[in-house]
Every structure is written in C-alpha cells, then in structure tokens.
C-alpha cells in the first residue's frame, strides 16, 4: 500500500499541472497507473479518492504505521536501530492494543515476513540496511559527538518545561541481592591468614528495584520485581511508602513491568499538556522496545529522552549519585541484621525491611548533585572537557556494529 498523504499531493500536482504522472510516481513514491486513474476521476476531490478501496487493506491503519515509522527513524538516529524481530513485534502489540483483526503469530507474538516486507514496501523511506561497522570510540565510548547530538534534542525539550527542575526526572534499574557483594572490613588479629564474616545462604537471588528521581531532589516511590511466579503482601514489610510490585522469575525487569512503572510514574508526576515532564533513561530494551510505554507517554505528556549508547556512568544521574551510596548503605544494613539475628539468613521477606539504605541515600542533595555534575540540571553541554572524552575513548580499542537490521 503507499502512502495514502503522498497520493494525495500527487494527484493535486498533476491536476494542477505542476508535473507529469511518471515524475510525479517517482517524486512521491506512488504507483503511476493508480495515480493517472485517480486523476482522471475528476468527479472526486483527492481526499475522496483516497476514501476508496483500493484492494486489501494492511492490518494496522496508516496512522499507526506512521507512529512506528517515526520511532524506527528515530531510534536508528540515536544508535539503538530497532531489528526485524523488534518492529514484527511492536507491530504485534500495536493490533493487540487497538483491537484489531490480524493474521499474526499468537504464539511467536510477532507479525509475519510478508508483513514486515510490504511494511517496508509501504515506506519507502525506511530500508533493511547491513549493518555498518563504526569505531568504538565514535559510537561505543564517551565523545563529544554523541553528547552534543544528545544535549541539541534535550534542550529543545528542556524549553517546553521551562527549564523546570521539577519536571526533570531520570529512571533507572539496580539489582539488590541477599548476598553481599562487598564484605565490610573488620578488626580482627594481626597476621591472622582467614577472617570469615557471616553472609546470607541465598547467592544470586537478585530482587531489582526501579528508582527515579527528579533535579529538585524528589524522589519518586520505588518498584521491586521479586524473583519468584506469585506475589505475597508479606514481600513488601517495611518497603518505602507509596512503593509498588511486581514478580518474574528472574527478578530482573521486563517490558510489561516497566510499563506497570510508567503508569505509577504518570500518576505521582501527574504531567498535563500545560505541564509536561521529561524523563531520561538509558537504552535497555524494556524501555526502548516498548510500544506500550511510547503510547503512553504521547498520551501523557512524557517527553522520553534516551541516553547515549554507553554513556551513563558519566551522564546517568542515578548512576553518578544515587546508586552506589544505595548500596553501600544497603550492605551495612544486611550486615547489622545478620549480627543481631544470628542462626538466620537474609531472604526475599527481609529485603524490603532492611531498605533503611533506600531512605539514607534518598536525599535531596544527592539528586541535585547528581544533574548538575551530568550537566542535565542546569542544563550545561560543556561539563564535560576533552580530557574525560580522551580516557574513555582510550579504554576501549575493539570495533563494534550498529544493529540496525535483524541479526
């Protein structure tokens, strides 16, 4: 099928005698012996035309192809390019979510090759490209290219909030354990070979928690997923107020969770169109494979910004001044519960209780802190000198390939 607005401003060109019907087929990318029909029909204005049946009609209506042709650029624009499996998928979820009839797989979840190639046939603006080997250091490392690129999209949505601190938030994901990565230093005897410290029995047990937080130093209630098929009341004793849930088996974020974030987000934020808000995030598939979040975002008044490929232990808020004294203030609480609870291991019934750490390193001064030193808030492009492009371009030596093609 093409593009129904193309066809229209063809016919209105050749009507009007601006081009013939060959230029005009190759200029808007229209089929040439569907145009002359159309212009001959002079009994109907171009809009009526295009109200027509023209032959079998594609499964998602033109406006939402539309919407997932403009991400497809988009994303391919910040180097996060969307595969084939990517956009058969969203294309799935987006018949799924308007209620459509479709031939589609429900098993694989996705739509099918003949879908996806006269999807492409549709937009001739888009095409399957082999992917393209760029250097690390233009790409994969901490440049100046790709900051710039960043911050002349973020300022302009940085305009439309008026330069509100309140209105900028970042999010991010962090994994808590029950066991203890870093084992704190005691005093023990000099020249002892072994000092053993008491830990949780449960290893690798990942519960992950969801945390945003804004550039004024409002921090919005967190999510934990918990490792485990069902949800008990119990899980969540002790957790900050206003936290939320939710369970998959590996503990770790998926896309239908991080939409559950995203409308508890919408309802703490509550952003209008005369007040919208930013959020920042990073490139994990659940947040820029996720067509769910996008629709509601433009629903919402969410202007979704992502951060540059492997940027975000220089430009992640969170990452620069939240997570490590999270952590850090999180393993001593495991380490006090362990000495005052001996005989008993730290498990997933425990963890919310000990988020004491959550509460200490939720401070407004770390959030300030943490956008400024990113150069998000105030919003400041040159925070970053030659010298901290230099030493993370020279740490990485490999080339890598943009995946923007099914692989």
């Known amino acids: 099928m093409w593009n129904p607005e193309k066809m229209r401003d063809a016919v209105k060109a050749v009507?009007?005698?601006?081009?013939?019907?060959?230029?005009?087929?190759?200029?808007y990318g229209v089929p040439k012996g569907t145009l002359e029909k159309y212009v001959k029909n002079q009994s109907k204005t171009p809009e009526q035309l295009l109200e027509m049946s023209s032959g079998r009609k594609p499964v998602l209506p033109y406006e939402l192809e539309k919407l997932l042709v403009k991400y497809c650029m988009e994303m391919e624009e910040r180097y996060f390019g969307l595969t084939i499996a990517d956009v058969k998928r969203m294309a799935f979820e987006l018949a799924i979510r308007n209620g459509l009839s479709h031939p589609f797989n429900p098993k694989k979840e996705s739509a099918g090759k003949k879908w996806f190639k006269l999807f492409l046939k549709r937009h001739p603006e888009l095409?399957?490209?082999?992917?393209?080997?760029?250097?690390?250091?233009?790409?994969?490392?901490?440049?100046?290219?790709?900051?710039?690129?960043?911050?002349?999209?973020?300022?302009?949505?940085?305009?439309?909030?008026?330069?509100?601190?309140?209105?900028?938030?970042?999010?991010?994901?962090?994994?808590?354990?029950?066991?203890?990565?870093?084992?704190q230093k005691v005093v023990a005897s000099k020249g002892k070979k072994q000092i053993s410290n008491l830990t949780s029995a449960e290893r690798g047990s990942l519960i992950t928690t969801v945390t945003c937080m804004n550039a004024a130093g409002t921090f919005v209630p967190p999510l934990f997923v918990f490792p485990r098929k069902n949800m008990k009341a119990e899980l969540m004793d002790g957790a900050p107020p206003g936290s939320i849930s939710a369970c998959h088996i590996s503990g770790w974020i998926q896309t239908d969770i991080f939409s559950k974030w995203f409308d508890h987000f919408v309802n703490f934020t509550k952003p209008t169109e005369a007040d919208p808000v930013i959020l920042i995030l990073d490139g994990h598939h659940s947040h820029t494979r996720n067509i769910e979040v996008i629709e509601k975002a433009r629903l919402n008044n969410v202007a979704i910004i992502c951060l540059p490929p492997h940027s975000t232990a220089k430009m992640q808020p969170l990452d620069v001044g939240f997570m490590k004294p999270l952590k850090t203030y999180y393993a001593q609480e495991v380490s006090n519960w362990l000495r005052h609870n001996q005989g008993r291991v730290v498990t997933h019934f425990q963890v919310t209780k000990l988020l004491l750490a959550y509460q200490k390193a939720a401070k407004m001064k770390n959030s300030i802190n943490a956008f400024r030193k990113t150069g998000l808030f105030p919003c400041n492009r040159d925070t970053f000198s030659d010298d901290d492009f230099a030493i993370h371009a020279g740490s990485v030596s490999e080339d890598i390939v943009i995946p923007n093609s099914e692989t």
């Open 15 to 27: 009507r009007a005698g601006e081009m013939g019907y060959l230029r005009a087929s190759k200029s």
């Open 127 to 183: 095409s399957l490209r082999t992917p393209q080997g760029v250097s690390a250091a233009r790409v994969r490392s901490f440049n100046a290219e790709n900051v710039n690129a960043f911050f002349d999209f973020y300022e302009k949505e940085l305009d439309k909030i008026h330069c509100n601190a309140h209105r900028v938030y970042n999010v991010d994901e962090t994994g808590l354990t029950v066991e203890q990565h870093k084992l």
